[in-house]
T-cell receptor
Framework: AQSVTQLDSHVSVSEGTPVLLRCNYS??????LFWYVQHPNKGLQLLLK??????LVKGINGFEAEFKKSETSFHLTKPSAHMSDAAEYFC??????????FGSGTQLTVLP | DTEVTQTPKHLVMGMTNKKSLKCEQH?????MYWYKQKAKKPPELMFV???????INESVPSRFSPECPNSSLLNLHLHALQPEDSALYLC???????????????FGPGTRLTVT
């Protein structure tokens, strides 16, 4: 079985400062991990994915995440936040039978 | 083209109505999914179709009836819903994983359903 824990339900940063959204996972085998973003009243958009290739994964809109097996973490970062980054972010682990296990989400607020 | 479309965007229905949600993708994906998302919560899986056959039903009440008429279309038929069924309904699609391959899911914008 697999599980995902997003360590912060809310993160607030100022525009132009770095973003860190934390995610820990649990999986009995080498997992596939994803970060999705959801803007208000919208569907989910894939930011990036890890599928056992490079441990540092670059995604869209300047986001990247590092897979650390020893720490069972997959934290999402961005060097400089933009107002348009304000949204809900979900860390997701892929299980068997094509099922996704979602974290509880982190609401990112970007202050002007 | 990585687009999944859903219609309608909003739907208000009474508890005795029958309505349908529609989802379409033209990415050649052979796996399609329905999710339900309540406010401030992650999506919950309802159904999975693989090669147009229902492969997973997450113990969803029978008032929700999925249908996959072809490889591009996915419907969700609604009947005798309850107010607690009000939510955002998301459709997604992906390639079918074979062996160790793993593929991401692409989500549509959702249908906001309100049951009165």
């Amino acid at each position: 079985a697999q599980s995902v824990t997003q360590l912060d339900s809310h993160v607030s940063v100022s525009e132009g400062t770095p973003v860190l959204l934390r995610c820990n996972y649990s999986s009995s085998y080498s997992p596939s991990l994803f970060w999705y973003v959801q803007h208000p009243n919208k569907g989910l958009q894939l930011l990036l994915k890890y599928t056992s290739a490079a441990t540092l994964v670059k995604g869209i809109n300047g986001f990247e995440a590092e897979f650390k097996k020893s720490e069972t973490s997959f934290h999402l970062t961005k060097p400089s936040a933009h107002m348009s980054d304000a949204a809900e972010y979900f860390c997701v682990v892929k299980g068997t039978a094509r099922q996704l296990t979602f974290g509880s989400g982190t609401q990112l607020t970007v202050l002007p | 083209d990585t687009e999944v479309t859903q219609t309608p965007k909003h739907l208000v229905m009474g508890m005795t109505n029958k309505k349908s949600l529609k989802c379409e993708q033209h990415m050649g994906h052979r796996a399609m999914y329905w999710y339900k998302q309540k406010a401030k919560k992650p999506p919950e899986l309802m159904f999975v179709y693989s090669y147009e056959k229902l492969s997973i039903n997450e113990s969803v009440p029978s008032r929700f009836s999925p249908e996959c008429p072809n490889s591009s279309l996915l419907n969700l038929h609604l009947h005798a819903l309850q107010p607690e069924d009000s939510a955002l309904y998301l459709c997604a699609s992906s390639q079918v994983a074979l062996g160790l391959a793993d593929y991401e899911q692409y989500f549509g914008p959702g249908t906001r359903l309100t049951v009165t």
